[in-house]
């Protein structure tokens, strides 16, 4: 055969140009002519390799590899805020297992209750602007219940975030020193989500007075941007002992947009956590 070395020759001065160079033969490669694709319409060259011809048009074969590309890249993004949704709800032990079935209604407020966000879940994919806000004393349910409703929601396929308050201002303020998501891309995601459960709100710790106005301002853009969303807000606190933890002018605002288009949900049931040999 007389391959001495390893060189591949290469062809001097060869230029293949489609429906030109018919003929021409590189490298077991023949270029035979261009058809037109029954798929696309369009024009596609034929070549052939050792005798068989290639049959894939070009622009189809693009195409499908560009929508690949695209379903790849819409998956990623729907899958985000789920990864974020992982990474930002911080879910209490004592309740990681808390749901309807779970939820033991003593009395007829408790029942009531039950029934209220049974409803709002039955009525999610119709309606998904309603508020909530659940307030009582402690251990009375109010975040068993917020989190079952969250599970529920999830399970019919929607982004459902569900956050104690201070847990959602800490991972805001965490970007300040993380580049990996800047602020502005967090808030978004508690945003946009379908439904945010925002559990605890008036808890959050607030270092100062300077620090006060930015945790008021941050939950004020959040809830605003939420206005036509679906929100459930816990808190141990009345409504007027929130807009005085806010303060100023976000108070009022904030508790404003709370109250709009909401259903106040009372718990007023006995302390669950307390056990009787205290
Ligand atoms: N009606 C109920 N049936 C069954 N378990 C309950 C009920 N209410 C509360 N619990 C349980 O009691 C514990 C405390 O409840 P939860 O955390 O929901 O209280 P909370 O109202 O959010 O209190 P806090 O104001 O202190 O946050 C949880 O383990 C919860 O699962
Ligand atoms: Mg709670
Ligand atoms: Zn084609």
Redesign the pocket.
């Known amino acids: 055969m007389g391959m001495e070395n390893d060189e591949i020759p290469v062809p001097q001065n060869v230029k293949i140009t489609a429906g030109e160079g018919k003929g021409l033969e590189l490298g077991g490669v023949k270029f035979v002519e261009n058809r037109i694709c029954e798929t696309c319409g369009r024009e596609y060259p034929v070549y052939s390799r050792n005798g068989i011809e290639t049959s894939i048009c070009i622009h189809c074969e693009n195409d499908k590899v560009q929508q690949e590309m695209q379903k790849a890249h819409d998956a990623a993004t729907k899958k985000r805020p789920h990864a974020i949704m992982k990474r930002f709800s911080f879910v ?1 032990d ?2 990681r297992q ?1 749901s309807f079935e ?5 009395t007829p407020e ?1 029942q009531e209750a039950l029934q209220q966000l049974i409803n709002f879940v039955k009525n999610f994919k119709d309606d998904q602007t309603r508020t909530i806000m659940m307030s ?11 989190y079952a409703t969250a599970r529920e929601v999830i399970k019919q396929g929607y982004v459902a975030i569900f956050v104690t308050v201070p847990e959602l201002l800490e991972s805001i303020r965490d970007t300040f020193s993380n580049n990996d998501s800047s602020q502005a891309e967090i808030k978004k995601i508690y945003k946009e989500a379908d439904l945010l459960v925002m ?2 709100i008036g808890a959050e710790y607030v270092r100062d007075n300077s620090d006060n106005s930015w945790v008021a301002e941050t939950i004020f853009d959040i809830i605003n941007a939420r206005t036509t969303k679906a929100t459930i807000y ?1 808190t ?1 606190l009345s409504g007027q002992a929130l807009t005085q933890h806010y303060g100023g002018i976000h108070g009022k605002r904030i508790v404003s947009r709370i109250k709009n288009n909401s259903t106040a949900i009372q ?1 007023v ?1 006995r302390d ?2 307390v056990d009787d040999g205290w």
């Open positions: 209490p004592e309740i808390a779970s939820f033991k209604a003593e408790e009582g004393s402690t251990g009375t349910g109010k975040t068993h219940l917020a559990d605890d816990t141990n718990l049931g669950r956590r």
